[in-house]
């Protein structure tokens, strides 16, 4: 089923609903989460490998704040409205929803996902919801990184090219 670009965007009392109903159809959840401050080449093939995960993809976006918390207080670049539009228009996103906490966990929990995914540079961190989601019989799924792909090599570069001459 087809949602338009700005029913893809819901709070959490409204997602829950829908993935209540998407259960009931027998539809494979799937969750990622990030900033996705600057989307490249490699947050695409991570989302494409969510849908290869399952049937509907759902991804919890870091609010401006947690943000700040994160990466510092030059981040995000994009608003978390603009980064919620980014990530609504692309095919293999079914649902973006905003979480304002520090940890994804609360939110992982809520949404209670059939597969979690999340980026091979977590398998030394330690994915967040790891052991929640496996103890339903959940899974979670490692993606391949993208060689040179991240937002803060892409900011670094541009910084790099403003101190250039013209």
Not at 17 to 26: I, P, W
Not at 58 to 73: C, E, T, Y
Not at 99 to 108: A, G, H, I, N, T
Not at 128 to 133: D, K, L
């Amino acid at each position: 089923m087809k949602r338009s670009t700005a029913g893809k965007l819901r709070p959490i009392d409204s997602l829950l609903e829908e993935l209540s109903r998407h259960r009931r159809q027998k539809e494979i959840i799937v969750f990622t989460n990030g900033c996705f401050d600057i989307v490249h080449k490699g947050h695409i093939e991570l989302l494409k490998l969510c849908r290869q995960q399952g049937d509907i993809v759902v991804v919890g976006l870091n609010s401006d704040s947690s943000v700040k918390a994160i990466k510092g207080p030059q981040r995000p670049i994009n608003n978390q409205y603009d980064r919620a539009a980014v990530l609504a228009a692309l095919e293999f996103v079914d649902y973006v929803t905003i979480f304002d906490e520090p940890s994804v966990l609360s939110l992982v929990k809520k949404v209670k996902p059939d597969v979690l995914v999340k980026g091979q540079d977590w398998a030394k961190k330690g994915v967040v919801g790891r052991e929640f989601v496996e103890s339903y019989g959940g899974k979670v799924v490692l993606a391949p990184l993208v060689q040179g792909q991240s937002s803060t090599a892409t900011i670094e570069k541009i910084k790099a090219l403003q101190k250039q001459p013209l």
